[in-house]
Structure formats: C-alpha cells, structure tokens
C-alpha cells in the first residue's frame, strides 16, 4: 500500500510539479498540527464567548496586540534566519539566535515598561499597567525560547516541530480557559497565558537543543536578522493596528465583536501558511530559475483550493456562530466579509517565502513598507468612518497591494548570483 501511494504520488508530479512525496510527508504533520491549533483556539474562543464578558475579552486582546507589536522592537527576525541557517547545516544557530534575541531584547522592555508607567499613572488603568509589566518581563524570554521550531523546520524534523507546537499551544490554552473558571479579571487571564507559554517554550527549548548535531554558526545570522527585524516592525504594527484602532475608537466591546469576526478566516489562513515551513528550506536550496518553472501551476491549483474554502465558510458561518459563539451573531457579516482576505493572502505568502528563502532584502523592505504604510493610514481613517466594517476594508486594501507589488517584483526577480549584497544592507 505504501509502495502504491508513492507511486500515485510520483506520478501526479507530472501536472502539480512538487515533490508530492516530501509534500505528503511533511504536510501531512504540519497539517495534523495546525488542526490542533485550530481546535485549541476554537476551545479558547468558546471559552471566551460563553464565560467572559465582552469587555473582558477585548481588553485581554488589546493586551496580546500590543505585546505583539512591542515584540517587533526586538530581534523579531531570528526565526526566519535560523530556519535558513539550520536549512544549510549550521545547527548552533538555535543557541546563538536564543543568545541574541535576549540582547536584543531591550526595546521590547523599555517600551512594556513606558506603557505600563503611562497607563498605570496618567491613563489610570491599573488593569493595562499590571499587565503590560508582566509582558516586559515575559516576552523577551517568550521570543528567545520559542526558536525551537524554526530549528526543527530547517531540520525538517516536521513530526517533531508538529509534537512540540501543539504541546506548547495546549499549556497556555489550558490555562486561560482555567483561569475562566475562577476569575473574570482580565489581569490573571493575562498571567496565566504569559507564564504557562514561558513554562511550556521553556521545556521545548531545552529538549530541542540537546539535538542540535554541531554548534557551527552562520556568521550572516545576525545581519540577516536584523534586516528582517527592521522589516517585521512595519508588518507587526500593520498586523495589530487593526485590535488597537477598534479599541480606542470603538472600544473593548467592538473589539470582541471584531476579535470573534476574523478568527475563524484567520485560522483557516494558518492552514495556509503551512507552505512556509514546507518550502523554505526548500527554496533556499534551489535557483530561482527552478522555483519559477513549477510555481506558477501551484499557485493556480492552490488560488482554486483557496477560492473554494472560502465559498465554504461563506456558507457555514452563520450556522458555526449560531452553535459556537451564540453571544457574537452581529459578527457574522463581518466575518464573511473579512473571508476575502484569504483569496488576497496566498499569493503574498508563496511569494514572500521566495523572498526570503533567496535573503532578497531589498524587496521586502519595499513590500513591507509600502502595504504596512497603507494599512497604518486607511485602517483609521476607515474604523473611524465605518466601524467594523471601515477595519475590513482597510485590511482588503491593504491585502491587495500587497499581492500586486509582490507580484511585480518576482516577475522582476532574476537569478541569485549578482546581489549578494542584499544581505549586508538594504
């Protein structure tokens, strides 16, 4: 049987031009993975919706934003650089980008800290300075533990990467709906995700490096991250904009309504990123020249799986809200709306792997910058004009350069032996 399934395999190579086998293999527990994150943060979100106030769960979202846009001032990129690192054998790198991603550290402190000062003493929130004291202390260590799956996705140790990651996601969700039980105080909500995910990223770390083979290093790491570092600035923000408009124009209740309205779309968009870690490694291994002669038939027969998911859950949403989240119906519409960011995405998501698969700096400083500039400018105006509604919008703006300009420069994108220079500066 498996002889035949491998030889099925093999054969429809001929029209999807992938190797359907490594697909199949790895795919297989990258997917098996992601389906337990999504069924963690279903459990999560219904929780939430049948146990937590409206204004509970927006503030405990507004938090998790903000500590997202404020781990971008830090070495954000080192886990990009690893995976292409470990991709080419130097395996050291998990213990020497955990090393940097503490030093560089710094921003993500001073600013929790200044947040919290600010909200604790002027805003008078002691709920947000409470809890942004526990993100300055938490998060650093959260972005240097949590290495341990670029490694495991250079290694392509995918059944291992895929055992990890689920683990490491159920600590935190098992201790957020916990917590739920016995409090509706946003603040220990908070304390109980930050410091189960350090326990659980803690745990994996340790077991992931005692299977690192060498302790080689690639010298271009640091420069390589730094450049995506500076990069991943613009697309935090641009990512968490959207939770911190709503919240301070609409408020937590309207950013409960729009946290329960993206989520399903955006889990079903995980599902697509899983490319990322199956083609990386692989594209850093290959020529451009042999990337373009089988992409453009997979981006074809993907753009179609895509386009057929979201006809899907265009027609399933109103009944999943109806069963999961009873107390969220009014976001219904504005989840079916916000669907067609999915169609937008994958194309942006192949392309922005090439990119950084082949260390093309250059091109995603201008990709990241330009859509992050336009989302940083029409999510506002829109949210403040429109509501909910304004926020998707602006998002599908935004969604569509990007596809465009990225787009524009692969077809531009000629073979790998001239910029080497991309590395060193932008």
Known sequence: MKDRIIALLRWSERYTQTDMVYLAKG?????????????????????????ASQDTYGNYK???????????????????????????????????????????SWGVVLLSAGAATYYYFFARNAFLGASLLVVAFLL??????????????????FVRDTAYNFLNALFPVAAVIASLFFTHR????????????????????????????????????????????????????????DSIAVFSLLGPAQLAVYAFAIAMPEQIKQLVKLVVPLSLPRFAGRSITDIRASLRSKLVYAGMAIFCAFLVYV?????????????????????????????LSFASIILSTVFQAKKRVREQYVISLATGAILLVALPVLTFYDGIGGAIWAQLISRFFNAGISLFYYRRFKEESAPARNVGSP
Do not use: C
């Open 27 to 51: 795919g297989f527990w990258l997917l098996l993975g992601q389906i337990g994150s999504v069924l963690l943060g279903l459990a999560t979100a219904i929780a939430f919706g049948h146990f």
């Open 140 to 157: 650093p260590l959260l972005n240097g533990l949590s290495l341990f799956s670029p490694f495991l996705v250079g290694k392509k140790a």
């Open 62 to 104: 507004y938090v998790l934003s903000l500590a997202g846009l404020f781990g971008a001032f830090s070495l954000s990129g080192i886990g990009i650089a690893v995976t292409q690192a470990v991709a080419r054998g130097y395996e050291g790198s998990l213990a020497q980008g955990f090393r940097l991603s503490l030093r560089w």
């Open 186 to 241: 946003a603040v220990f909500i908070i304390l109980a995700y930050f410091a189960a995910n350090a326990a659980a990223d803690a745990l994996f770390y340790l077991l992931t490096l005692r299977q690192a083979k060498n302790a080689a290093t690639d010298p271009g790491t640091f420069s390589y991250s730094r450049h995506l570092s500076v990069m991943g600035i613009v697309n935090a923000l641009a990512d968490k904009v």
């Open 315 to 343: 027609i399933l949403a109103p009944l999943l809200f109806r069963v999961l989240f009873p107390r969220y119906i009014e976001a219904v519409p504005y989840s079916q709306f916000y669907a067609l960011t999915l169609i």
